[in-house]
């Protein structure tokens, strides 16, 4: 790169990415904008709000947080949906991988069946199927209850998780797995040991890619959920806002506390979810 | 150690046949090749060796069992691949001391094992590093280490040595045979590389479009060639063939040229035969010899040690090796005369049928 910038003939190459940098900082702009007003916000009262929308906060007034924590639902809900989104995920990566590694390694004449059987799920919205779906939960007995959701939201990551396991494990060489084999590993032996060690890339993506519409979902659990006691945080969020007055202050809090979970999940995987896009791309 | 006994063993994909009965006797300690072009069978017959492949009839005992049935891992065999295959998230240590760790080996044996097979590998420094780290070579020998730590009755080697660069490739062939002197375990090695096949071989097995063409020692097949595909395929550069009709006193080329040959040649004057002469054995010749060749020089190719010529014939073009340099230029007349004794007449299956 720096060959080319200082040759003469690459001035078209400078401007262009001159352009491309400020467009991505304008786009860094916009996308972090709302973040930052967000947990701006959280340390003001309402009014300070209105007032001065675009001034430094005081950081050591904390009382929005304090009564988020102290006087609201707001626990309750954050550890709902730390439990429907964990067992969630981990319900999907261990059904996904085991699915995908079944579909990729194995030979059968089954396997495009089976796989074609999970894409189709990704081709299907599920909110269509929400009617079928609230009288299945009901007649299961499920309904108003945290596993309502988490087995809704296994069934619509399995298939994205199944193809990207099953993408990325198809790409492992063969003879790993022979090699595995003559040193004497059983089969789910070289599953656990040889494979899943060099799947963390794709987990890593399965994982983020779910946990985040999952951890940010409010249509299924404003349907299936009455309890307050198994509401989840975008759903509980919303108790927040009053029909005439709402406290502004207090909604940001909570609305920060909900956002950093998944912001910092999202941080300490974004080097294998970077690893897993480009996996391939590079020899 | 152990010997190994291929019978009648076939193998086959739905209704295509790979392996079309084949019959390999190996001797304890014998160092064994597969060699054959691509597509002959011999990395599905070792891999049906290792357990990996279903065999489809036949029979293939290591020792005294029959292990049609049995594993790979209880096989107890240890198996080299083209890749290496080395686990990338494990050390070296860790690569070589697998196996053990999953038969329970307690963690002192294991340690001493894998320490032990290092050291004779010169891979002590390295135990620690992860594959990726390693250059080619080296990501090789702790493949072997691997191989090796299991102490094995026998060692499969899927062309191991495809993936290095010539010089890498000529000093882990060395190193590969001494090896072999020193732990004397049956070895069966799969290759495509001839060269490979005579350096190492105690035995060669050529293999063709799933059957055995010939089994020998390396001078064995170089000298006595079963048909003709075994004498194309082993030396390089490859043996010339000539197309001849045979009649009295010699075989007529179809330039008119008569090239002797042995008295008792089990054919019918008039059918055709091929003569099948090494390069080596061309020799240059003033013009108008008896029992020689005449030729247009094409390409001349010196290495140094020797000279290949390339000639044009009539009925083909034709390699000699000279030992001596020579001044002759593209475009210029030369006679080559086939050095007595060492020509191979062929039938029209191909056969060796008389020496000439």
Known sequence: ???????????????????????????????????????????????????????????????????????????????????????????????????????????????????????????????????????????????????????????????????????????????????ARIDGASEPRIMWSVMLPLARPPMAIAAIQNAVPIWNDFFFPLVFIQTDAYKTLPQGLTTFMGEYTTDWGMLFAGLTIAAAPITLLYIALSRQFIQGMTAGAVK | MAQVSIRDVRKSFGSVSIIKGVDIDIQDGEFVILVGPSGCGKSTL??????????????????????????????????????????????????????????????????????????????????????????GGQRQRVAMG?????????????????????????????????????????????????????????????????????????????????????????????????????????LILPGGAVLPVEAQVPAAPGSKLTYGIRPEHLHIAPAGTPGSIPATVAVVEPTGADTTLIVKAEGGSLTAVLRERCALRPGEAVTLKPAAHQAHLFDGQGRRVAAA
């Open chain 1, 1 to 179: 790169m720096t060959a080319l910038a200082n040759s003469p003939s690459s001035r078209q190459p400078i401007t262009f990415a001159f352009l491309a940098q400020v467009i991505l900082i304008a786009n860094s702009f916009i996308m972090l904008y709302p973040v930052v007003v967000m947990v701006l916000s959280a340390f003001k009262t309402t009014g300070e709000i209105f007032e001065h929308p675009f001034a430094l906060p005081d950081f050591t007034q904390v009382g929005n947080f304090a009564k988020v924590l102290g006087e609201t639902s707001m626990p309750t809900y954050f550890v709902n949906s730390i439990i429907v989104t964990g067992i969630s995920i981990i319900l999907i990566l261990v059904l996904g991988t085991m699915a995908g590694y079944a579909v990729a390694r194995y030979e059968s004449r089954t396997n495009t069946f089976i796989l074609l059987f999970f894409l189709a799920g990704l081709m299907l919205p599920l909110k269509l199927a929400v009617i079928p779906l609230f009288i299945l939960l009901r007649d299961l007995n499920l309904l108003d209850s945290r596993w309502s959701l988490i087995v809704t939201y296994t069934a619509i990551g399995l298939p994205s998780a199944v193809f990207i396991m099953a993408g990325f494990l198809r790409s492992l060489p063969a003879e790993l797995e022979d090699a």
């Open chain 2, 46 to 135: 070792l891999r049906m060796i290792a357990g990996l492949e279903d065999i489809t009839g036949g029979e293939i005992r290591i020792g005294p069992r029959v292990v049609n049935d049995v594993p790979p891992k209880d096989r107890d065999i240890a198996m080299v691949f083209q890749s290496y295959a080395l686990y990338p998230h494990m050390t070296v240590a860790e690569n070589m001391g697998f196996s053990l760790k999953l038969k329970g080996v307690p963690q002192a044996e294991q340690k001493k094992r894998v320490g032990d097979a290092a050291a004779s590998l010169g891979l002590t420094p390295l135990l620690d590093r992860y594959p990726r780290q390693l250059s």
């Open chain 2, 146 to 250: 691997r191989a090796i730590v299991r102490d094995p009755q026998v060692f499969l080697f899927d062309e191991p040595l495809s993936n290095l660069d010539a010089k890498l490739r000529v000093q882990m062939r060395a190193e590969i045979k001494e090896l072999h002197q020193r732990l004397k375990t049956t070895t069966i090695y799969v290759t495509h590389d001839q060269i490979e096949a005579m350096t190492m071989a105690d035995k060669i097995v050529v293999m063709h479009d799933g059957t055995v063409e010939q089994i020998g020692a390396p001078l064995e097949l170089y000298d006595r060639p079963a048909n003709r595909f075994v004498a194309g395929f082993i030396g390089s550069p490859a043996m010339n063939f000539i197309d001849g009709r045979l009649e009295q006193g010699g």
